[in-house]
């Protein structure tokens, strides 16, 4: 009873925290990035061993970076630095997929988690510094170092060779002082040669909660109106969102018992729901009916989808299989969170992006 109330701990703590990253990017990542490096951890210590570790730990990881780049559409104000990272996520998600799908470890290296350190370094700084400092070339050299310094050795490491840090550092004597050394050199290069690069800090202080929005479009009813005046149901948005979505659910109908259909059904009926989502997004946006609670509108999009559920059901059992009643309602709860977050949001890129374009000067005529 013990065990199994501590597993349901971990998911729900793996599950919840990452809904703070939007208002606290920081402290919050990392705080996910620590649980998700201690939960197997934790679950040896009383003599658990969750079956499909692998698959679990992959979705929740996967999980909590869809709520990273979606704060990313919050908050991100240098849009070279927004690009890279997105270019970064769908990378991985796509990687995940794969592994999941083939078994493969070394897609893991393939496709390697640099999203995540990415988005830690943009924060890092812009906890301290301005980002509008820093031009694309930089970020795309940011990204380029964290993959090939960082996070290459380390998915060899986790999934090829398949080693353990905390077996290693107790068994071989020469593990600790080596570590010890690689930490106080990597610090001592931040110190005397990225920080003097850097600049004077921005801000006294850690900003270690996430700006304000823009006032020109900070209220729910403002970011309704842009998506009632530019948003279109056939449009490379809608197609992102089903993409993100629509794998998210492929990586945990791998995971979920209850699944017995196959991940393209998955996809399919998830991404139609999706797909229903956003068109009746769009009409109440341009009927001006806004909810401008988060919680009442995630719950309006749970009825809606329940009510959708018989559709999707239908749409899954195209090959004989289905998905039982509570993995469906998982995805369920999943759909309306994620959709809800990247409707509320994705006006606030828009807008930024709409911005950037009025700055940049238009070529000049030839002749």
């Not at 971990?10 to 402290?27: D, M, N, S």
């Not at 499909?52 to 996967?62: E, I, L, P, T």
């Not at 849009?79 to 995940?96: C, I, P, W």
Request: hydrophobic share 55%; aromatic share 12%; with cysteine.
């Amino acid at each position: 009873m013990a065990t199994m109330l501590v597993f349901g701990a971990v998911v729900a703590g793996r599950f919840f925290l990452p809904l703070l990253i939007p208002r606290y990017p920081l402290p919050a990542i990392v705080a996910c990035l620590v649980l998700d490096g201690v939960d197997q951890t934790i679950f040896q210590v009383f003599g658990y061993d969750p079956p499909g570790y692998q698959s679990y730990d992959k979705a929740m990881d996967v999980f909590y970076l869809t709520i990273a780049y979606l704060a990313m559409m919050r908050n991100w104000s240098n849009l070279g630095a927004f690009r890279v990272g997105q270019a970064l996520f769908f990378y991985r998600l796509v990687g995940v997929v794969a592994f999941e799908l083939t078994g493969a470890r070394a897609l893991l290296l393939l496709f390697p988690n640099t999203f995540e350190y990415f988005f830690i370094a943009y924060e890092a700084l812009r906890s301290r510094w301005s980002p509008m400092a820093f031009v694309l070339s930089t970020w795309i050299a940011v990204a380029a170092a964290i993959w090939v310094v960082v996070k290459l050795p380390q998915e060899y490491w986790i999934h090829v060779a398949q080693l353990d840090l905390t077996d290693l550092l107790t068994e071989q004597a020469w593990a600790p002082p080596l570590l010890l050394a690689v930490l106080l050199a990597v610090a001592g290069l931040v110190r005397y040669a990225l920080l003097p690069r850097l600049g004077p800090p921005a801000r006294a202080d850690w900003a270690l909660r996430a700006e304000p929005l823009p006032t020109a479009i900070d209220d729910p009813e403002e970011q309704a109106a842009w998506r009632a005046s530019r948003g279109a149901l056939r449009s490379w948005v809608t197609v992102e969102k089903v993409v993100m979505i629509g794998l998210l659910t492929v990586i945990f109908g791998q995971m979920l018992p209850g699944v017995s259909t196959s991940s393209l059904n998955v996809f399919l009926g998830i991404g139609a729901v999706v797909v229903v989502n956003t068109a009746l997004t769009l009409a109440s946006s341009r009927a001006r009916r806004t909810i401008t609670s988060m919680g009442w509108e995630f719950a309006a999009r749970m009825v809606t989808n329940v009510v959708l559920v018989v559709v999707a059901e239908w749409l899954l059992r195209i090959d004989g299989g289905g998905v039982d009643g509570s993995s469906m309602l998982f995805f369920l709860v999943m759909v309306s969170l994620l959709s809800m977050l990247h409707d509320r949001w994705q006006p606030v890129l828009g807008w930024r992006q709409e911005q950037e374009e009025r700055r940049t000067p238009s070529p000049a005529p030839a002749g």
